[in-house]
């Protein structure tokens, strides 16, 4: 499989070992925040459309967890336990955030997700675990392998 992305007059190909195999999910939405320099929207529009199109084959092994998914910006459960000042409480923030905002002291935290599954709670019905300070470099932390792949293939193309 070989997909390209391409915006801003900055294009980036990512294509797998195996021509047979498909490019994991998660590893699409890194390539497109990649190159946009954006957190990619997952609506339920396009989910519905690429349940019927050519990318569906990519959600084929874990249908089921897919369908769970909450909607983006759907208010979810956070087990926040604030760095910052040791507030411990059940609250709640819009799926697809990255941080949230401590409601006793008002400082940022990182919003982990509460299981190895981007979009699945854990057995408490968590979908999010704050306990991390929020630094605002966070936003900007992507995959370094990939940044790395980028950049020689820019170099490449540039000599
Ligand atoms: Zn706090």
Redesign the pocket.
Known sequence: MEIKLESDGVCLTLSTVDKEKNIEFKTLVKAYEIVTGDELEITENNTEKNSHSTVANSFDDNRDDYDRMPEYHQPVKVDLM?P????NEETTTLYGNRFMK?P????K?FLAFATSRRGVPDHRGFYYKANEVWRDYEDRKVDDDLIDQMKSKLEEHNA
């Open positions: 604030c910052w000042c040791g507030n401590c006793k002291c008002g400082n935290v």
